[in-house]
């Protein structure tokens, strides 16, 4: 047998080994999303601890993979200073392994609620809507779609859609424009 088929024969039947596995991946991806977020934001860690209400001890912990075992209130109360949601699901260990996988700190991002025009006006989902760029817009890439999850945004921002991915690469402005009547 080979080392991967051993390790997933042991994960199957030993449930220590499950929880050190699944232990293990959040103890990388949570401390990756806080940092990431952060720095998105341009924070200093001190200003995150002051708008979760905790110490900037506590916030260079969470962002120390491995360094701390989170409880759902820290999260929410961390979700809460980014003005952004948090969803806790039971998910295939291999969903759990993609999200790994196809993380990277340097793109992450989540749209804060104060940007967040679904959030705020929820029929705009159901409308159809096209991306549509100012000038230089050859350096856009996408297609229309619906359902869209984030409003305006700058270059370098990616809206997500229902099976479509656009990113927004050097536009100096970008917008969405509703077509449902088109």
Request: aromatic letters at 6%.
């Amino acid at each position: 047998m080979s080392e991967r088929s051993d390790w997933i024969a042991k994960l199957t039947r030993d449930i220590d080994a499950r929880n050190s596995y699944i232990r293990a991946k959040l103890d990388v991806l949570l401390p990756a999303q806080i940092h990431a977020l952060r720095l998105r934001g341009r924070w200093k860690q001190s200003t995150l601890a002051s708008e979760a209400g905790m110490k900037q001890s506590r916030i260079s912990a969470m962002e120390t993979p491995g360094a701390v075992n989170f409880n759902l209130e820290t999260l929410v109360r961390v979700a809460a200073a980014f003005k952004v949601g948090l969803i806790v699901k039971f998910v295939s260990l291999s969903e759990m392994l993609r999200e790994e996988n196809e993380f990277c700190q340097d793109t992450f991002d989540v749209t804060q609620i104060d940007r967040d025009i679904v959030f705020q006006n929820p029929s705009v989902a159901a409308r159809s809507l096209q991306v549509v760029a100012g000038p230089s817009s050859t350096y856009l890439t996408g297609r229309t779609t619906t359902n869209v999850s984030a409003a305006v945004v700058t270059a370098g921002e990616v809206i997500r859609g229902e099976g479509n991915t656009f990113e927004a690469a050097r536009v100096p402005f970008l917008a969405l424009v509703d077509t449902s009547d088109r």
